[in-house]
């Protein structure tokens, strides 16, 4: 680790969750708010964040009607480093742009993480955030352990692609917060639309470094997935 018990403060980090997505693969309903072993998503979301001593704040981007909702809940998980709930935007990257501009003045570094990975442990955040404070931008990310074909466009195999260098990407994704925020400012500016931060900051030239994730680390998306984390939460406690 970085940083120990005696040496000095690591950077202050600001935690950001885009919040104000639509829900649309979940079959209806606001996922954000589905219970997970009896706590909605983004309350252990949360409540993750929370239990991370590198974050030192959290800024919830919401939709319009959801403001006074996340708030609310934070206040009622008693979740102290959240700061502010701020609406969201259109897109996901316009939605971190808001809350970024939101995050205190003393934040050196943001990290971002999906409202709807409820399951990240302080390891994969540590991990992440020390690795952006070595290379200015880190994201978790896993192995890919399937086989990966490239396809034309009529379904046909093009190629079999060489799966050790790849790594599917998680949050969150931590970068410094004047990089960052410039990164997303262009991308909008330039009418491009960006899934993920990184993909932000590989347009302004940097490179970030890939840090360990964890396969439990899923994000919420269909129902099948509150079924698999309920299952992940239950193996934990018999760790």
């Known amino acids: 680790m970085l940083f120990g018990k005696k040496s000095k403060q690591p950077p202050f980090v600001t935690a950001i969750i885009p919040a104000a997505g639509s829900s649309r693969r979940m079959g209806g309903g606001n996922k954000l708010l589905m219970e997970l072993d009896g706590v909605p998503v983004l309350g252990r979301t949360l409540l993750a964040l929370e ?32 700061t502010k709930v701020v609406r969201g935007g259109d897109t996901r990257q316009e939605s971190v742009y808001k809350a970024a501009l939101e995050a205190s003045p003393k934040a050196k570094y943001l990290a971002v993480h999906d409202g709807a990975r409820p399951l990240v442990t302080p390891e994969v955040v540590q991990r992440a955030c020390e690795g952006a404070f070595l290379h200015t931008c880190a994201a978790a990310g896993i192995a890919v352990h399937d086989t990966i074909k490239e396809v034309q466009k009529d379904g046909h195999i093009e190629r079999t692609v060489d799966r050790e260098m790849l790594r599917a990407m998680q949050t969150p994704q931590v970068a410094d917060k004047a990089l960052l925020t410039a990164a997303l400012q262009s991308a909008m500016e330039a009418g491009v639309t960006v899934t993920d931060e990184c993909a932000a900051l590989e347009r302004m030239g940097a490179r970030p470094v890939i840090t360990e994730g964890s396969f439990e680390n899923i994000k919420i998306t269909t129902p099948a997935d509150l079924v698999y984390g309920a299952a992940i939460l239950e193996g934990r406690k018999h760790r």
């Open 51 to 82: 239990a991370c001593d590198i974050i030192r704040e959290i800024v919830v981007a919401a939709s319009e009607d959801n403001l006074l909702t996340y708030a609310e809940l934070g206040k009622q998980l008693g979740v102290t480093k959240l």
